[in-house]
């Protein structure tokens, strides 16, 4: 039995996994649960259907409560108690699934690959806004990292086929979200509404936005050259409407690899969980009698200039990612307020890159005060945009 620890267990990565967990019986355990606390009922619903050892709750009140409907169980709460909880999560687990949304998912992706057990990562801001720290825990010895990510999966997947001296480039696919194929005059007048109607894939506000800017395409750029190392000129991006190919890696060959499956998060997550094994149970399999065709095409840089700015703070590295993706959080929600239009996103976003004065992120107090400080650079930008 694999030994699961599903930490950010109760939001949409973290039901999935236990999704795939029901599906094998027998395969894996839940050793541990962890979750911020806003979701009691459906914590103390897992925790009864999985029996961990181990339930960790950040919210101390929310942990009360836990402990109370759990009484053969050991519950941890966050706060002081927050990094023996999260040693304890580690330390028992195969392998841990970190589906946290932001900041707070930094400190089990740091402990987890310290402890040297496998890291199944769909946390985000791991790899973007603290990319020098993930890397030097990397190389302790049974660490590793299988991306919880459709399309770092599928470079994943892909790169099983060749060494990695033969790569030439990996080939990120996007969907090109709900506005591929609009003109400038179009775009100009974009509403929060259509930006939050994604084409394929049902996510949050903020990253459907990012979604329909193209950001997210240019962060996952920045992951997947944290993750293998390859150089942002071999990492490229291709459009592709149907999101049926999840990424692609060409070797020096010629030969174009590429990973094919409808969008299922259920296949990253049982991947990571099985590798280097693959689960008997099929999720997203393509149907060839109904797939239809595929298209592809180069995405509109001009119209989408969020892609090269990622690529602009990527090359620059250190706290750049991590600046960038502070001041598009702010600027996203700006929009969402109704604060900002569409068509500026780019413009305050390139803005505040000129103004990212760089900093060396060795500690996880580092990268909390370079987001502070990109939050505020943001701000700054925002007032004198939208008085200007
Ligand atoms: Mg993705």
Request: hydrophobic residues 45%.
């Given at each position: 039995?694999?030994?699961?620890?599903?930490?950010?267990?109760?939001?949409?990565?973290?039901?999935?996994?236990?999704d795939?967990?029901?599906?094998?019986?027998?395969?894996?355990?839940?050793?541990?649960?962890?979750?911020?606390?806003?979701?009691?009922?459906?914590?103390?619903?897992?925790?009864?259907?999985?029996?961990?050892?181990?339930?960790?709750?950040?919210?101390?009140?929310?942990?009360?409560?836990?402990?109370?409907?759990?009484?053969?169980?050991?519950?941890r709460?966050?706060?002081?108690?927050?990094?023996t909880?999260?040693?304890?999560?580690?330390?028992?687990?195969?392998?841990?699934?970190?589906?946290?949304?932001?900041?707070?998912?930094?400190?089990?992706?740091?402990?987890?690959?310290?402890?040297?057990?496998?890291?199944?990562?769909?946390?985000?801001?791991?790899?973007?806004?603290?990319g020098?720290?993930?890397?030097?825990?990397?190389?302790?010895?049974?660490?590793?990292?299988?991306?919880?990510?459709?399309?770092?999966?599928?470079?994943?997947?892909?790169?099983?086929?060749?060494?990695?001296?033969?790569?030439?480039?990996?080939?990120?696919?996007?969907?090109?979200?709900?506005?591929?194929?609009?003109?400038?005059?179009?775009?100009?007048?974009?509403?929060?509404?259509?930006?939050?109607?994604?084409?394929?894939?049902?996510?949050?506000?903020?990253?459907?936005?990012?979604?329909?800017?193209?950001?997210?395409?240019?962060?996952?750029?920045?992951?997947?050259h944290?993750?293998?190392?390859?150089?942002?000129?071999?990492?490229?991006?291709?459009?592709?409407?149907?999101?049926?190919?999840?990424?692609?890696?060409?070797?020096?060959?010629?030969?174009?690899?590429?990973?094919?499956?409808?969008?299922?998060?259920?296949?990253?997550?049982?991947?990571?969980?099985?590798?280097?094994?693959?689960?008997?149970?099929?999720?997203?399999?393509?149907?060839?009698?109904?797939?239809?065709?595929?298209?592809?095409e180069?995405?509109?840089?001009?119209?989408?200039?969020?892609?090269?700015?990622?690529?602009?703070?990527?090359?620059?590295?250190?706290?750049?990612?991590a600046?960038?993706?502070?001041?598009?959080?702010?600027?996203?929600?700006?929009?969402?307020?109704?604060?900002?239009?569409?068509?500026?996103?780019?413009?305050?976003?390139?803005?505040?890159?000129?103004r990212?004065?760089?900093?060396?992120?060795?500690?996880?107090?580092?990268?909390?005060?370079?987001?502070?400080?990109?939050?505020?650079?943001?701000?700054?930008?925002?007032?004198?945009?939208?008085?200007?």
């Amino acid at each position: 039995m694999t030994a699961v620890a599903v930490v950010g267990s109760t939001g949409s990565v973290g039901t999935q996994t236990l999704d795939v967990v029901r599906a094998e019986p027998g395969r894996y355990e839940v050793v541990a649960l962890g979750a911020g606390g806003a979701n009691v009922e459906l914590l103390v619903a897992q925790a009864e259907e999985h029996r961990p050892e181990v339930v960790a709750v950040a919210d101390g009140s929310a942990a009360k409560e836990v402990a109370r409907r759990l009484p053969w169980c050991e519950v941890r709460s966050g706060g002081a108690g927050a990094d023996t909880a999260l040693a304890s999560l580690c330390e028992s687990a195969d392998v841990v699934v970190n589906g946290v949304v932001g900041f707070a998912g930094l400190p089990i992706t740091l402990a987890t690959l310290a402890g040297g057990t496998r890291l199944a990562l769909a946390n985000k801001e791991s790899l973007i806004a603290a990319g020098p720290l993930v890397a030097q825990v990397r190389g302790t010895p049974g660490a590793e990292i299988l991306p919880v990510d459709s399309e770092h999966c599928a470079l994943h997947q892909c790169l099983r086929a060749g060494q990695a001296r033969e790569v030439a480039a990996l080939v990120l696919t996007a969907s090109g979200g709900p506005f591929r194929g609009w003109s400038r005059e179009q775009l100009a007048h974009v509403t929060v509404e259509e930006a939050l109607s994604h084409p394929t894939w049902k996510m949050g506000p903020k990253i459907t936005v990012d979604s329909s800017t193209l950001m997210n395409k240019g962060l996952e750029v920045i992951e997947a050259h944290e993750l293998y190392g390859t150089a942002y000129d071999d990492i490229d991006v291709v459009v592709h409407p149907q999101s049926v190919v999840h990424s692609m890696v060409t070797f020096t060959d010629g030969a174009t690899i590429a990973q094919l499956s409808m969008p299922d998060m259920r296949l990253p997550i049982s991947y990571a969980l099985a590798y280097p094994e693959r689960s008997p149970v099929a999720v997203g399999a393509v149907d060839w009698s109904r797939l239809g065709h595929l298209d592809f095409e180069p995405p509109d840089r001009a119209a989408f200039p969020c892609l090269d700015l990622a690529y602009e703070a990527g090359r620059i590295g250190g706290s750049a990612p991590a600046w960038l993706s502070a001041a598009n959080e702010v600027a996203v929600e700006a929009f969402l307020a109704g604060g900002l239009r569409w068509r500026s996103l780019p413009d305050v976003l390139n803005e505040c890159l000129d103004r990212h004065d760089g900093t060396v992120l060795d500690s996880v107090d580092a990268v909390i005060e370079i987001d502070q400080r990109a939050r505020e650079q943001a701000r700054a930008v925002l007032a004198e945009v939208t008085t200007s």
